[in-house]
């Protein structure tokens, strides 16, 4: 999931002139979220970029999608993840994105957010991104026609720099050793798209347009710059993990149940059967299952991690409290961990201990809208009600309800000291909110 910095938006601000209520919202999964960072690290190093500095952000949307905003966030939908057959594959979407970036493809646009470094950036560019890879199924009420193609302005890309950014992408890969043959796969899977009308085209059509010269410019870059790499089995099973994680919580828990003895390991099987058993809330089976994962990786913290949440949703709030904390001595810069834990401590009535958690976790992290929510509250029970109104406000601008989060803004600014750093963090949301309304 850290950088809070005040807000600077490109003059492409007139593309959100219909921006939707609600922004897409991020799918935060720390165990995901290290299995993508696992994947996109030596991509991202053939690229010359810093895997400390660019994250690899899951969008909840069942589309077929990839685009970055800024030079430090790549976003995958959860639909281009779950439709994926391998980590090369996915790793070409990451160096495909990455080399959007390098290249200088973000400056030359207009609708170009240029930073999404607080909470009321980044839910700009959620929203945004969801009118123009969603129209009407990603956000609803956006009309179609010339707003609709002025919001595609903030994720399209020309043809040329398609064409650049394939080029680079199969460069990049070699260069980390990951099978080229990844991004010819990519293209296979949208062969046809074109064929069908613009309603009908995944998003990845509307933003990275493809046709049949460039799947053949894509066959002459692997054949020119491709050698005959093997996987590498680490990312495979990274990849496995993180679809099968996702698949457990987003599909039925019967088709997970009946597909699990499929995985690619034994402890991703027991990690997708402890989901599946805890979304029929069968406690006494998904502890069982997720502690045989344990006993094949002890020392993993996103299973541990998981038993917590389990715990936590069983409102077993004291063990959970004892799991999250055993989790997060296994990786105690993790913010997602941290979050966990703190709302495990304000499920058992420790707003105290809570609110020193949750604020380390947001300074790691302020893209976690359940941790900003469990701040408020941490905050409110502990009498400070003008850091509960500026977490608040900042959950609002997350999730582009952007007229919520300027009324919070604007009741922090009243309670805290002018001029303190809170007070400056109300008044970069309730700017942001206002120039977005004047839109």
């Known amino acids: 999931m850290h950088l809070l910095k005040t807000l600077c938006l490109a003059i492409g601000l007139m593309a959100?002139?219909?921006?939707?209520?609600?922004?897409?919202?991020?799918i935060r999964d720390a165990d995901i979220e290290y299995a993508l960072a696992e994947l996109a690290d030596p991509i991202l190093r053939a690229a010359g970029l810093s895997p400390a500095q660019v994250r690899v952000l899951l969008v909840n949307d069942s589309s077929l999608n990839a685009f970055v905003t800024d030079t430090q966030h790549i976003f995958i939908h959860s639909g281009l993840l779950l439709k994926l057959q391998n980590a090369?594959?996915?790793?070409?979407?990451?160096?495909?994105?990455?080399?959007?970036?390098?290249?200088?493809?973000?400056?030359?646009?207009?609708?170009?957010?240029?930073?999404?470094?607080?909470?009321?950036?980044?839910?700009?560019?959620?929203a945004a991104a969801a009118a123009a890879a969603g129209g009407g199924k990603a956000a609803p009420g956006i009309a179609i026609g010339a707003q609709s193609s002025?919001?595609?302005?903030?994720?399209?890309?020309?043809?040329?720099?398609?064409?650049?950014?394939?080029?680079?992408?199969?460069?990049?890969?070699?260069?980390?050793?990951?099978?080229?043959?990844?991004?010819?796969?990519?293209?296979?899977?949208?062969?046809?798209?074109?064929?069908?009308?613009?309603s009908r085209q995944d998003p990845y059509m509307l933003s990275h347009p493809l046709n049949r010269d460039r799947m053949r410019a894509m066959q002459?870059?692997?054949?020119?710059?491709?050698?005959?790499?093997?996987?590498?089995n680490a990312?495979?099973?990274?990849?496995a993990r993180a679809q099968g994680k996702l698949s457990a919580f987003t599909r039925a828990p019967g088709w997970t149940l009946r597909r699990a003895k499929d995985s690619a390991t034994q402890d991703i099987a027991l990690m997708r059967q402890a989901a599946a058993y805890h979304r029929q809330s069968d406690l006494k089976r998904a502890l069982a299952a997720i502690d045989d994962a344990l006993k094949l990786r002890p020392k993993d913290p996103f299973y541990m991690d998981l038993k917590a949440q389990i715990l936590l949703e069983s409102r077993q709030a004291g063990a959970a409290v004892s799991a999250y904390s055993q989790a997060s001595n296994l990786a105690?810069?993790?913010?997602?961990?941290?979050?966990?834990?703190?709302?495990?401590?304000?499920?058992?009535?420790?707003?105290?201990?809570?609110?020193?958690?949750?604020?380390?976790?947001?300074d790691r992290d302020f893209r976690d809208a359940r941790v900003l929510r469990d701040l408020a509250v941490a905050y409110a029970k502990t009498g400070s009600n003008g850091m509960a109104s500026v977490v608040t406000a900042e959950r609002y601008a997350l999730q582009g309800r952007m007229k919520d989060a300027a009324l919070h803004a604007d009741r922090a600014m009243a309670l805290l000291p002018s001029g303190s750093g809170p007070w400056q963090r109300a008044q970069d949301v309730l700017l942001t909110a206002e120039r977005a309304a004047r839109r």
Request: glycine content about 8%.
């Open 88 to 126: 090369r594959s996915l790793q070409a979407v990451i160096a495909h994105e990455a080399a959007h970036i390098i290249n200088g493809h973000l400056t030359s646009r207009a609708g170009n957010i240029a930073s999404a470094r607080t909470a009321a950036g980044l839910g700009l560019v959620l």
């Open 235 to 239: 990312a495979n099973y990274w990849f």
């Open 332 to 362: 105690p810069r993790n913010a997602l961990i941290l979050g966990g834990l703190g709302r495990a401590l304000l499920a058992a009535d420790r707003p105290r201990d809570a609110l020193s958690v949750l604020e380390k976790a947001r």
């Open 16 to 26: 959100l002139a219909t921006v939707p209520a609600r922004a897409a919202s991020l």
């Open 220 to 232: 002459g870059f692997v054949a020119a710059y491709g050698k005959d790499l093997p996987d590498n």
């Open 150 to 198: 002025a919001l595609r302005v903030f994720l399209g890309h020309t043809r040329a720099e398609e064409a650049s950014a394939d080029q680079s992408s199969v460069r990049y890969m070699v260069r980390a050793g990951v099978n080229p043959q990844g991004a010819v796969e990519v293209h296979e899977m949208f062969k046809g798209q074109e064929a069908l009308s613009v």
